[in-house]
């Protein structure tokens, strides 16, 4: 995902998730939530945090992708960002 704005935390009430704790469950929900499915709109009507994880659980095939490609998957996180305005 290079090449992806910072986001405003305060704008948005973005948490990061700097203390929790890595491990093979926390690293497959995030995966499965963030990147296995789209459930941008859900997370836009019943939510006001997002949560942000560290890049390194972050699947290796998004974390190839340059900005464009990105943006162009049918994700919870690509979603997002489309739907908050904060893609160009």
Do not use: C
Request: hydrophobic share 40%; no cysteine; aromatic share 12%.
């Amino acid at each position: 995902m290079r090449g992806v704005n910072t986001i405003d935390d305060l704008k948005f009430s973005i948490h990061h998730a700097l203390h929790t704790k890595k491990n093979q469950k926390n690293v497959k929900v995030y995966r499965q939530f963030y990147f296995d499915n789209d459930y941008s709109d859900f997370v836009l009507k019943h939510s006001s945090l997002i949560i942000l994880l560290h890049n390194s659980w972050t699947p290796g095939v998004f974390q190839k992708m340059n900005k464009q490609e990105f943006l162009n998957t049918n994700t919870t996180l690509a979603n997002l960002f489309r739907k908050l305005g904060i893609a160009e």
